[in-house]
């Protein structure tokens, strides 16, 4: 029996489900970095990222090579980062809507849309 697509989605989001993989994703969605160049960017010891970037490898979301004594990463499809810049513009839309709430709870106004009850 074949594992439903909504199950293979949730498996894919928990593997997003990390700041230190979302940020070296981040930083492979600009261009290829060796591991040394993606250290202080995460700001995470060696061992974590080299963990990290295991579970990215087992997903299929980066591949590495060698140049030299050097491993680069890279990502598998430019559509990683257009999932990242998608996830932007729904954040930013988010935040916008509630900085717009809280300015208006700051202000003493309902929220858009909402009447103040009178009395």
Known sequence: ????????KAEFFKTLGHPARIRVLELLSERDHAVA??????GIEPAHLSQQLAVLRRAGLVVSRKEGATVVYSLT????????????SILTGVLAGQAELLDDLRSGGAPAGRERPSG
């Open 1 to 8: 029996m074949s594992t439903p697509l909504y199950q293979l």
């Open 77 to 88: 499809s430019p559509q990683v980062a257009d999932l990242l810049a998608v996830a932007r």
């Open 37 to 42: 160049e993606m250290l202080p960017e995460v």
